[in-house]
Each structure stands twice: as C-alpha cells, then as structure tokens.
C-alpha cells in the first residue's frame, strides 16, 4: 500500500518562511505516485473544508490558490519521492494541517498531515 507522509510542520512567526517535505513509499512494483500523478498540496483549518492551495503536474506546471500565489512554491522531485513547498510570508491564517495527495485527490493517500501554526 503506497503511504504518503508528511513532514516539516511546526510554529513560525507571522512573516516567516517554512519548507514542508511529502515523502512516497514505492509500491510492490517499485512505482510511486509522483512518477504517474499530478500533486498537490492541501490544507484543512479549524472548522473549515480541506482544500487544495497548490498543484503540480507531471510535466512541472504549477498552480496556486489566488491566497497563497506569490507567497508558496511547491516542487517536486520524482527521484527521491518527494515533493515540497515552500512557503513565505506566512500569515496567521495560513494556520492549518496540510496534507499531499495526488490531484484529483485519491481517498487511499490521505495521511496524517502536518500541523502548521503561525503565531506570535
């Protein structure tokens, strides 16, 4: 079963920067979803819906929400099984759990997430 696992999360100031890693175990045939799937990142805060802020396909395009566009990058590594983004300029409402999961999101790769808190 392929696990995607969250990493890089914590608390930074209003104003700070923060890389969050997804890492892809490789299934029995030795493929990872970052070799065949467009990516994205997700985010859930408190009392709201997890949505989708940034995107990238298999050929590198990106796409961002109009919230986090100019402040987040997000980039993939095929090799290594990552993918990252880093982010800038966090704001307090930036505060969430973020999550990777392919685009369309797939139920079976939704993991634990990272906690994000942006706070003084």
């Known amino acids: 079963q392929v696990q995607l696992v969250e990493s890089g999360g914590g608390l930074v100031h209003p104003g700070g920067s923060q890389r969050l890693s997804c890492a892809a175990s490789r299934n029995i045939f030795g493929i990872t979803v970052f070799s065949i799937k467009d990516l994205g990142w997700y985010r859930q805060a408190p009392g709201n819906q997890r949505e989708l802020v940034a995107a990238?396909?298999?050929?590198?395009?990106?796409n961002y929400t109009d919230h986090v566009k100019g402040r987040f990058t997000i980039s993939r590594d095929n090799a290594k099984t990552m993918v990252y983004r880093q982010r800038n300029n966090l704001k307090p409402d930036d505060t969430a759990v973020y999550y990777c999961n392919t685009v369309p999101d797939d139920d079976r790769y939704w993991g634990q997430g990272t906690q994000v808190t942006v706070s003084s």
């Open positions: 990238i396909s298999l050929d590198g395009s990106t």
